[in-house]
T-cell receptor, first 113, second 115 residues
Framework: DVKVTQSSRYLVKRTGEKVFLECVQDMDHENMFWYRQDPGLGLRLIYF???????EKGDIPEGYSVSREKKERFSLILESASTNQTSMYLC????????????FGPGTRLTVL | GEDVEQSLFLSVREGDSSVINCTYT??????LYWYKQEPGAGLQLLTY?????DMKQDQRLTVLLNKKDKHLSLRIADTQTGDSAIYVC???????????????FGKGTKLSVIP
């Protein structure tokens, strides 16, 4: 079974702190994605990566950056957390030769105080 | 991205059938998906349908695709209280800017099953 894991299920940070959210997949997938999910807004794509060291902005990249140094790991960075970044963050991955599904991690509920 | 629309809420009685509807806009979609999301959890793939199919059945789940109207539906037969969750519709398409395949998601339909 494909497994996508995220470093934390729940995280509480203060305004201005630097926050790292990590995502790891164990199936050699090329594509990895970071979304945030908010009530009434659904999933919105923040960034995605189609290969090591490659990244593309999604629909809402402002205030975020990403890092993909290894194929299995995709990190989301909040350089200076703000209260409007309180949200559920979901990581996902997919292999291009297998476009049946996008596999999701369990999510990280981030609260910024 | 393209829009995927679905109604926000649906209530059904236990044992009845549930039908959750979704409309999408991108005619070049290759696959369409239904995900289930339990409270506080990530999305779990329920089923998917290739865009050149009309119907797919998988135990209690039936997916119907009307490509002309860009309408997708998920029918859950004999709905149980354990089916209470948010159901998210998604369409997949190749992203031309890079070697990537992406999904656009609906906001989700919250299904409540009344015992």
């Amino acid at each position: 079974d494909v497994k996508v894991t995220q470093s934390s299920r729940y995280l509480v940070k203060r305004t201005g702190e630097k926050v790292f959210l990590e995502c790891v997949q164990d199936m050699d997938h090329e594509n990895m994605f970071w979304y945030r999910q908010d009530p009434g807004l659904g999933l919105r794509l923040i960034y995605f990566s189609y290969d090591v060291k490659m990244k593309e902005k999604g629909d809402i990249p402002e205030g975020y950056s990403v890092s993909r140094e290894k194929k299995e790991r995709f990190s989301l960075i909040l350089e200076s957390a703000s209260t409007n970044q309180t949200s559920m963050y979901l990581c996902a991955s997919i292999r291009l030769a297998d476009t049946d599904t996008q596999y999701f991690g369990p999510g990280t509920r981030l609260t910024v105080l | 991205g393209e829009d995927v629309e679905q109604s926000l809420f649906l209530s059904v009685r236990e044992g009845d059938s549930s039908v959750i509807n979704c409309t999408y806009t991108d005619s070049s979609s290759t696959y369409l998906y239904w995900y289930k999301q339990e409270p506080g959890a990530g999305l779990q793939l329920l089923t998917y349908i290739f865009s050149n199919m009309d119907m797919k059945q998988d135990q209690r789940l039936t997916v119907l695709l009307n490509k002309k109207d860009k309408h997708l539906s998920l029918r859950i037969a004999d709905t149980q209280t354990g089916d209470s969750a948010i159901y998210v519709c998604a369409e997949g398409f190749a992203y031309s800017g890079a070697g990537s395949y992406q999904l656009t998601f609906g906001k989700g339909t919250k299904l409540s099953v009344i015992p």
